[in-house]
């Protein structure tokens, strides 16, 4: 794999992992707070990261060894609607500027596996910024987030409230394999 390709890739895993591990942190917050649908709406787009760092690392199986990695990562442990306002920006950050420019470099170098791997991580993480507005958007009126199903796509992170979609819109793969949380 071209070497900076490489090293975007390991910086979004860094991201993506990171993140996973953020919406957890975030989600026993939310919890406590008693936002108990919003808690588990952090859950599962914490799933839906952990799938995005496991397709970046699967794309770079190649490229065995040790690497110092950096990402831009959000930190912080606020009140709960901060914490939505810090998702949802985070989201926004890998949506309009990390991802667009890693995927240019990818298709510069014609690097497959890269593009693609980025390509489901970038239209899931639209799913996740949506659901993070209207979740901070009910705990800024003082409710709980409505929603009390969140379904993940387990290939490509695709991210939905209610039901499960016939097949994911982004990767095509069907209802039954969708992680639900509840
Ligand atoms: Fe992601
Ligand atoms: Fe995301
Ligand atoms: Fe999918």
Redesign the pocket.
């Known amino acids: 794999m071209n070497a900076m390709t490489a090293e975007n890739l390991r910086s979004a895993f860094g991201g993506e992992s990171q ?1 996973h591990m953020r919406y957890r942190i975030w989600a026993d917050k939310a919890e406590k707070d008693g936002f108990k649908n919003v808690a588990n709406l952090f859950r599962a ?1 914490s799933y ?2 952990e799938v995005h760092a496991t397709n970046h690392f699967r794309a770079l199986k190649d490229e065995a060894g040790d690497f110092s990695v950096t990402s831009g990562a959000g930190f912080g442990l606020s009140t709960t609607s901060e914490n939505l306002e810090a998702a949802r920006n985070g ?1 926004l950050h ?1 949506i309009e500027q990390m991802y667009p420019a890693f995927m240019a470099v990818a298709e510069k170098q014609e690097e497959k596996a890269a593009i693609n791997s980025m390509k489901f991580a970038i239209e ?2 639209k799913t ?1 910024a949506e659901l993070y507005k209207k979740a901070k958007e009910a705990v800024d009126a003082d409710k709980d987030y409505e929603t009390e199903k969140i379904y993940v796509c387990p290939v490509c992170g695709y991210t939905v409230e209610g039901e499960a979609p016939d097949k994911c819109p982004i990767c095509l793969v069907k209802a039954e394999r969708f992680v639900e949380f509840k």
Do not use: F, I, L, M
């Open positions: 993140a787009v839906a990261e989201e890998e899931a993480e996740h």
